[in-house]
Every structure is written in structure tokens, then in C-alpha cells.
């Protein structure tokens, strides 16, 4: 009996590791820029502001570390600074406030050397809210396709 009860209380834990985030987009895009040459456009945790479409403005706070983004056409997401590596080209940040159709968003924009200059990736986890989990992905690979063209030119 003890064994079952183990058994089930592992099989939940599995399940419940596994749907900790219901949807993944992941979007790359290479780029004829140098890794570096890339990474001081998209680098700086508010410069988005300067190179996604869909963004008017973007206002850092004080300390750094949370962004806010007016949407050209209305709309405010805040995000928070969750860490940056300057050597490695890459920080991760979540959603603490948006309209857009996520919960529980978690997102690293990286840029990595290739034979062509360099790779732009940017990759987020999520939970669909108030929309489907194929609606959700839609919006968010929209997103992340918009400013990755904007960046390297496609």
C-alpha cells in the first residue's frame, strides 16, 4: 500500500513538473551583423523601445531592472529583469503586467556567433490566459518574428 501510494504521489509530481508552463515559442534568425555588433542593438534591457515595431517607448526604472513598454496603439506591458550576462549576450526577464494573452511568462533573448555573423534567439515559456494555448503562441511568435526582422533586416 505504502508503494502505491508513493507511486501515485510521484506520478502527480511528474505531471505537475511537466505542465508547469503549458506553451514554449522559440524564434531564431540569423543575422550578417557580429555577435557583438548585434548585441549592443538588443543588449540593453530597454532597448527594445529602439528596435521592435510594435514598441513606442520604453522607460527603464531606477534601479534597472523593470521595463516599461508603451505599444504604438495603445497598451503598457512591464517586465522584470530576471538576469543578464553581458559576456554570454543574453538576459531573461517575465512579464510582471500586459494585455497580451500570457501568465507565468518567462523569456531569454540571447545572440550567439554563426558561419554568417550571428544567431538572434529569443525563447519564452508561458501559460495561455484568456485565450487558447495555439492563440497564445501565435501572439507570442508574432512578437518575438517582428522584432527579430527588425533587428536583422528580413
Not at 510594435?54 to 496603439?73: N, P, Y
Request: net charge neutral; glycine share 10%; hydrophobic share 40%.
Amino acid at each position: 500500500m505504502n508503494l502505491k501510494r508513493l507511486f501515485v504521489a510521484a506520478a502527480c509530481m511528474s505531471a505537475a513538473a511537466q505542465a508547469a508552463f503549458a506553451v514554449d515559442s522559440n524564434v531564431s534568425m540569423t543575422s550578417a551583423l557580429k555577435p557583438d555588433a548585434l548585441w549592443a542593438k538588443v543588449g540593453d534591457f530597454c532597448a527594445i523601445g529602439t528596435w521592435h515595431p510594435a514598441v513606442e517607448k520604453c522607460v527603464l526604472s531606477a534601479d534597472g531592472k523593470q521595463r516599461t513598454l508603451s505599444l504604438k496603439g495603445g497598451g503598457t506591458i512591464v517586465e522584470g529583469l530576471e538576469a543578464w550576462d553581458n559576456a554570454k549576450h543574453s538576459y531573461t526577464y517575465t512579464i510582471l503586467s500586459s494585455p497580451l494573452p500570457v501568465a507565468n511568462y518567462h523569456s531569454t533573448i540571447s545572440v550567439s556567433a554563426d558561419a554568417k555573423g550571428s544567431i538572434i534567439t529569443w525563447v519564452g515559456k508561458y501559460d495561455a490566459k484568456g485565450a487558447s494555448d495555439a492563440d497564445a503562441k501565435k501572439t507570442i511568435d508574432g512578437i518575438y518574428e517582428g522584432g527579430e526582422k527588425a533587428l536583422v533586416g528580413n
